[in-house]
């Protein structure tokens, strides 16, 4: 029998990478300028995180909102990146991708690809990456609540925290040990509300597209050194 996990051992990092547009204003760039150097900086990153043996990476991408009310030349700059480093983000055979968001909200030909991309990366045993493209925390519990409703576990029947966080976007993961928002913005944004109630949160004064392998490094070094309670 295996030994139970450490409250401090990191399986499952989520990272917001914010600052893209305030990057591209910095550097007088359009804000769709920043989006493309901002995530063409992910696959690093995962590559960054399987060096670290992390076993879960979410990536909040586009919020829900961003979606809804983003104008649209900057959205359409936002998919076409999404969809040009897919390829890269599965580079690694073994790695394997989720989407997390709600899919009504994106293009027919990106949730397609996302589709396909989770397909054939469903039997990766190694780190799974959650995109979190049009994600938002209320509507993910609102998914799980209405799944419920027509369910034995429904109103009346056994519900669990547990059995509620299985129907939730992210379910059969461990629950987030640690959020990175970059930036230096210090908001939630309504990402993972249920899953990372007890989670760590690490603040970097870094816009997304300057965010280093020393900054990385730095947000899980100051995780380490920090007494975990998980709400006790």
């Given at each position: 029998m295996?030994e139970?996990?450490?409250?401090?051992?990191l399986?499952?990092?989520c990272?917001?990478p914010d600052g893209?547009?305030?990057?591209a204003?910095?550097?007088?760039?359009?804000?769709?300028?920043?989006h493309?150097h901002g995530?063409?900086r992910?696959?690093?990153v995962l590559?960054?995180?399987?060096?670290s043996?992390?076993?879960?990476?979410?990536?909040f991408m586009?919020?829900?909102?961003n979606a809804q009310?983003?104008s649209a030349?900057?959205?359409?700059?936002?998919?076409?990146t999404v969809?040009?480093?897919?390829?890269r983000l599965?580079?690694?055979?073994?790695?394997?991708l989720?989407?997390i968001g709600v899919?009504?909200?994106l293009?027919?030909p990106l949730?397609?690809?996302?589709?396909?991309a989770?397909?054939d990366s469903r039997?990766?045993a190694?780190?799974t990456?959650n995109?979190?493209?049009?994600y938002?925390?209320r509507?993910?519990i609102l998914?799980?609540?209405?799944s419920l409703?027509s369910?034995?576990?429904?109103?009346g029947?056994a519900?669990?925290?547990d059995?509620?966080?299985?129907?939730?976007?992210t379910?059969?993961?461990p629950d987030?040990d640690?959020?990175?928002?970059?930036?230096?913005e210090?908001?939630?944004?309504?990402?993972?509300?249920w899953?990372?109630?007890?989670a760590e949160w690490y603040?970097?004064?870094?816009?997304w597209?300057e965010?280093?392998?020393?900054?990385?490094?730095?947000?899980l070094l100051?995780?380490?050194?920090r007494?975990r309670?998980?709400?006790?």
């Open positions: 295996s139970p996990l450490s409250p401090s051992a399986r499952h990092l990272i917001l893209n547009r305030r990057w204003r910095r550097h007088r760039l359009p804000p769709s300028e920043g493309r995530f063409r992910l696959p690093d590559t960054w995180c399987e060096e043996g992390l076993d879960v990476v979410t990536l586009i919020s829900d909102r009310h983003r030349p900057e959205l359409q700059v936002l998919y076409e969809s040009e480093i897919l390829p599965l580079a690694r055979p073994d790695r394997r989720r989407h899919a009504e909200l293009p027919v949730v397609a690809e996302l589709r396909d989770e397909r039997a990766g190694g780190m990456v995109l979190g493209l049009a938002g925390g509507a993910d998914a799980a609540v209405r409703a369910s034995p576990e429904g109103p029947g519900l669990t925290e059995s509620f966080g299985r129907r939730l976007s379910g059969g993961q987030p640690l959020v990175v928002r970059t930036s230096g210090l908001r939630t944004s309504g990402f993972l509300p899953q990372a109630v007890h603040f970097s004064p870094k816009m597209p965010f280093e392998r020393e900054d990385f490094d730095a947000a100051a995780y380490r050194e007494d309670r998980l709400g006790a």
